[in-house]
């Protein structure tokens, strides 16, 4: 795409702007209020974490465990740790904690509440947990989960921490809350100050600003509008569209803004300058709009709602950016014209002499690069190279409680569970069966007793559980004998109050041992769900624990091949057509590969073998959450590919004029060099504030995106570029001649 002095349509849509200016301040600002108040509302709306493989197989058997059973999934742990080291598993501790857990009990809400004394581990004596089923969805017991937890107290001897699904889910969305908040206090300040130092002004500073605020609250108000009509977008989604909304809008408007300031030295009048600015800067960054959206469409291929969910929250907030730009600012510069330069921080005169030589410095280095391309070619791709090799031991897995740090009482009572109880007990894979004939007649029995003795000769099965071997407890053995005990009303009551039992519907609870995690698990799903059930028995379906996150993994590793290759080509197509280059495009796509491969390397070693973990206030779990390196991918990439199209612009430009490469690519980074530098380093800022969050996960996404853009706004843009440039010549800007332009112009 070259930025061009031909008057288009985005030309007279400059004039456009400028004539109807005013209007179209007012009418941002109404919107604005409006959105104002929706979007602080949307964190608390969103309940759903978006992780819920809907379809599977797993999900199949949770639906016939909460219809066909009545098992709620929605439940929670109370976990008690002595504060004097003393037992909590005497006689006396229990009957304490039992009386205080009365009130609890009565509640309407609660199911069913049993202390777990069962399938405990290590030497923690001193833990005790309460198992809480609740009778109501994870929605509603989200909503009223501050009123449960005023129920729940401590012992004289022992504080009470609450852990589970639905105390993990509370935290997240307080997290969520707390966070957007957080990064924004943090990043936005030092944003702001890099803009009066690129700038020089206090107006020209706050701009872009502006824009980035407008463009994440009308987002959100947009969101508070779906959030109406669906009840599945992720409690992820604010604090995404908030990253990457302040991202792309402060780095849209820097490079608007600047191109005006340009274009009011060139051009007779106010309206001229906005006209032309439109026409360059406002095609450029629509193009860059398309690339990041690109990234952020390729999420769909990946049937999880969490990925959907950001695809959608991005995608608005890209196009309020572009849009925000495109009107929303261009009317601002429209009524400030020379005023914007006005209310220096910098003297002109040593903004001048800055310029001067900050665009020497760039033509320097790039001449500079060009007289050794191969070394520094070679050079630079081994390091960045060596960067991403982590990748090749990355582990995926699907965190809980770890999401969280453990200043967070759910975090924190996760792991006292995991120190007192075994793991694997308190997380089984769950076989639901339907069966031929109720589950209290000698065949089903026969059955259960088959199934379960096939399951437990697979490799890593530490027991099999089910009523069978609870009946077997009570000293009832043999099918005939048992079968006879559930013949009997007070049995078959015992039984159901035990066991997850209904006539023709029944679990078969399968423990693991304590190594079978990660990938050994999810083999052994596999191997489940194909062992013979055998006769009398209709169908089974594996879910629990392991199953849900072989879903979810599997899902994600299916489709990222589609993708990636969505991307890769899809970019290259949109970059063909743009620069009408062969080679531009590919040398575009690998140099954002080797950015995008690096950054993932790091993310790698610092959340999975916990470098600079204890700097960087995370938590290392030996595992990297599987949605991440998609997410990194879909979002880095577009955004990588910003400043490739802002560089090549240029390049192209130039090249336009002279015919001259080498000359081109100097010019083309003395002319971007500062401004791209300057975005980047504002970019980084924004998405780097996420890395002082709570949320893991968006700590990990805010450190990929915040190396990636690092990386590639200094080794890829400042160096590789000019280099691959040079190295390729002439070449860069061969086309067949079917796809030539008598008069190369950009697309648009």
Known sequence: MRETARTGWLWHWGKWMYRWRHGVLIVWTLLFAMASVLAIQVPSM???????????????GYELLRDGLGLSSTTMDIIYESSDGRSLLTKESIQQIERSLTELKQNSSVGDVQL???????????????????NMDTDEALDRYTDLRKLISDIPFAKAYVTGATPVYYDIQTASKNDIVKSELIGLPIAL???????????????????????????????????????????????????????????????????????????????????????????????????????????????????????IGGVIVVMMSVIAGNTLLLSLLSVLGDKVNKFPII????????????????SRIAHGVMKHPVGIVL????????????????????????????????????????????????????????TDKPYSSIETIQAIQGLASRIQLIEGVQRVDSYVDALAQLNITGA??????????????????????????????????????????????????????????SRKYVT????????????????????????????????????????????????????LGASLGIVVLVFQHGYLADLLHVTSTGMVVAMLPVIIFCVVFGISMDYEVFLLSRIAEEYDRTKDNEHSTAQGLM?????????????????????????????????????SVFLDATLIRVLLVPAFMKLMGHANWWVPSMFRRKERRSML
């Open 347 to 362: 003297p002109a005169r040593w903004r001048s002499a800055e310029k001067t030589s900050g665009s020497e410095l760039w």
């Open 480 to 537: 005939e004998a048992q079968a006879a005990a559930l013949s009997r009303p007070e049995v078959r009551t015992q039984m159901e109050a035990k066991m997850p039992l209904r006539d023709k519907m029944l679990v078969v609870q399968v423990i693991l041992r304590p190594d079978m995690k990660g990938d050994a698990a999810f083999k052994l799903v596999d191997e489940l769900r194909q062992i013979d059930s055998g006769s009398g028995l």
């Open 671 to 707: 002319k971007t060099g500062s401004i791209i530098t300057s975005a980047a380093f504002i970019l980084i800022v924004v998405v780097g504030a996420f890395i002082f969050t709570d949320n893991e996960m968006m700590k990990a996404i805010g450190l990929g995106l915040a190396v």
């Open 46 to 60: 969103l309940k759903d974490n978006g992780f819920t493989p809907t379809g599977s197989e797993s999900y199949v």
């Open 193 to 311: 100050l890099v803009l009066l130092f690129v700038f020089g002004t206090w107006l020209a500073g706050f701009l872009p600003l502006i824009i980035g605020l407008f463009s994440v609250t009308t987002t959100l108000g947009i969101i508070y509008g779906i959030a109406q009509l669906t009840d599945t977008l992720s409690n992820f989604l604010p604090n995404m569209v908030s990253m990457l909304g302040l991202a792309v809008g402060i780095d849209y408007a820097l490079f608007i803004v600047s191109r005006f300031r340009e274009e009011l030295t060139k051009q007779s009048s106010v309206e001229q300058a906005v006209a032309m600015t439109a026409q360059t800067a406002g095609q450029s960054i629509l193009f860059s709009g398309v690339a990041v959206l690109i990234g952020l469409i390729a999420m769909l291929f990946i049937d999880l709602s969490l990925f959907r969910s950001l695809c």
């Open 379 to 434: 050079l630079l791709t081994t390091a960045l190279a060596a960067c991403a090799w982590p990748i090749g031991s990355m582990k995926i897995g699907i965190p809980d409680a770890e999401m969280l740090p453990p200043k967070y009482e759910s975090r924190y009572g996760a792991e006292l569970m995991r120190e007192a109880y075994d793991e694997q007990a308190l997380n089984p894979i769950q076989i639901v069966v339907e």
């Open 116 to 134: 777990r004394t069962q399938d405990r581990a290590g030497v923690r004596s001193d833990v005790v947990a309460a198992h809480v089923r609740l």
């Open 544 to 595: 629990g624990g392991p199953a849900v996150q072989h879903d979810i993994i599997e899902r994600i590793t299916t489709a990222l091949p589609y993708v990636i290759a969505f991307i890769l080509i899809v970019t290259y197509i949109v970059l063909f057509l743009a620069f009408r280059s062969v080679l531009l495009p590919l040398k575009a796509v690998i140099m954002n590969m080797l950015s």
